[in-house]
């Protein structure tokens, strides 16, 4: 098992700058997993600490030991691919075992792992199958064999479901989790899918564009997002955002002008006030619901009946698109007129930079006592 740590690492290919200078420290065991849209450098930094790209500036140490430029053979990672690289020329149990052949390991013993690997992956009747006989998701569970049997002190996992269908990715994923618990190594898990993450996540680096914007359990991100990014990245059908129209001083805070006349009481320092400009109001589809004096007045457009719920489509007296997902099967049909209204608890508010103004900044573990 091992401790991962990335220190102001920067990748550039050309001139190009990839990563903007990633800190990130995971801790030993622990599943940690990197989500953030396509093409925005998750699979270099993934491939930056297997090895497979040199570090351009920074620092990568496992365990405590400089790997910054250490060879990828030592630095005792296993990296699963989006694409299962298989050896089409042989068996399952030949995949499994070609990396501990290729290091010379003796028979028996490849024998013995590829078997314990197998029964694990529950591989053991496809041993002598090649991989054209075999589903995409048990050709999957090979490439992940191949990676356990070399008995990595870390894994690092490449988009490794993408290439399965729903169902199939929704079994691997609790498979995965299955594997991390029993295995104990530590774990680093790039996605695209922001379902994977949260489910998949002991901790999950939310990145954009080269940069990391936000570290924490999924359920902290969800609630207490740093920043409009990660507010709107986390969340299905994704949080709405909506321009407010004023921003006045009250006894407790500021209040907030909604489209259609409406405020809401935010709570934040009275300098604010004034300044509207910019100034955008977080609120999470589930967060809101009908009700007669809603301060959201709402023409619908479009309505979806999930059986479970109720998605709403439809604009403010603006024009500002909202959507909202209600509970069970609302009874609301397009060309209707709607009042919702939702927790002031739960809103969020947004500056023109998309800073998170209502964001809690975490309580480091441990210091909390000494701060009460
Ligand atoms: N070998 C390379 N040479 C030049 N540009 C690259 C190379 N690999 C990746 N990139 C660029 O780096 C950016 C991040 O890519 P990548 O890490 O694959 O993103 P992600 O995995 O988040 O989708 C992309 O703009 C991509 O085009
Ligand atoms: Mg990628």
Do not use: W
Not at 289 to 307: D, F, M, N, T, Y
């Amino acid at each position: 098992m091992a401790t991962v740590e990335i220190r102001s690492l920067k990748k550039s290919f050309g001139a190009a700058t990839i990563l903007q200078g990633a800190d990130l420290r995971m801790e030993e065991g622990e599943f940690v997993v990197l989500v953030g849209p396509s093409g925005c450098g998750k699979s270099t930094l993934l491939r930056c600490i297997a090895g497979l790209e040199p570090i351009t500036s920074g620092n990568l140490v496992i365990d405590g030991e400089d790997m910054t430029t250490a060879d990828p053979v030592k630095r005792g990672i296993a990296m699963v691919f989006q694409s299962y690289a298989l050896y089409p020329h042989m068996t399952v149990g030949e995949n499994i075992g070609f990396g501990l052949k290729i290091a010379n390991t003796p028979k028996a013993e490849i024998k013995s792992r590829v078997a314990e690997v197998a029964r694990l992956l529950k591989l053991d009747s496809m041993l002598d199958r090649k991989p054209k006989a075999l589903s995409g998701g048990q050709r999957q569970r090979v490439a992940i064999g191949r990676a356990l049997a070399r008995k990595p002190r870390i894994f690092l996992f490449d988009e490794p479901l993408s290439n399965l269908d729903a169902s199939l990715r929704a079994e691997m994923r609790v498979e995965l989790a299955k594997l991390h618990s029993s295995l104990g190594n530590t774990m680093v898990y790039v996605t695209h899918d922001q379902v994977e993450a949260m489910t998949l996540a002991d901790r999950m680096v939310v990145m954009s564009a080269g940069k990391i914007e936000q570290v924490g359990a999924p359920l902290e991100l969800f609630n207490n997002p740093a920043n409009r990014f990660v507010a709107g990245f986390l969340g299905q059908p994704p949080m709405n955002f909506i321009k407010v129209t004023s921003a006045r001083a009250t006894a407790s805070g500021i209040a907030l002008g909604l489209p259609g006349g409406d405020t809401v009481e935010v709570g934040l320092p009275a300098p604010l006030a004034g300044n509207a400009e910019g100034l955008e109001l977080g609120v999470r589809p589930e967060d809101m619901s009908i009700a007669p004096e809603g301060r959201l007045k709402l023409e619908v457009e479009v309505v979806e009946q999930l059986g479970g719920e109720t998605i709403v489509y439809g604009r403010l007296a603006d024009g500002q698109l909202v959507t909202a997902k209600l509970a069970g099967q609302a009874e609301i049909a397009g060309g209707d007129r709607l009042a919702l209204d939702f927790s002031e608890e739960r809103l969020h508010v947004f500056d023109a930079k998309g800073a998170n103004l209502r964001y809690r900044t975490p309580v480091p573990h441990g210091k909390a006592k000494a701060l009460s």
